[in-house]
Nanobody, 115 residues
């Protein structure tokens, strides 16, 4: 089992920045990668960024150049810059064993971008 706990969400003005954190614990030795997803009201959940166990990163086109995913031991971060109202969503951290299927999820943290 893997436990994931997100933190760092909140309210920010357009153009501002936030950093999300995801603390992972449990059976981490078999995890191949971790990702940040988000779900806005009325929309499907989407993958925002992913980082493999080897440090390879992937980003959704909508966040490239603005968001950065990184990892420090058992904590995964999502640095979000130049935020816009379209980034408003609940952000979830997830862990995967294989290449695409995320088996474990955090509880989510709300990010609201509004003036």
């Amino acid at each position: 089992q893997v436990q994931l706990v997100e933190s760092g969400g909140g309210l920010v003005q357009p153009g501002g920045s936030l950093r999300l954190s995801c603390a992972a614990s449990g059976s981490l030795f078999s995890i191949n990668g971790m990702g940040w997803h988000r779900q806005a009201p009325g929309k499907e959940r989407e993958l925002v960024a992913d980082i493999s166990s080897r440090g390879r990163t992937n980003y959704a086109d909508s966040v490239k150049g603005r968001f950065t995913i990184s990892r420090d031991k058992t904590v995964v971060y999502l640095q979000m810059n130049s935020l816009s109202p379209e980034d408003t969503a609940v952000y979830y951290c997830a862990a995967r064993y294989g290449s695409t299927t995320y088996a474990y999820w955090g509880q989510g943290t709300q990010v609201t971008v509004s003036s």
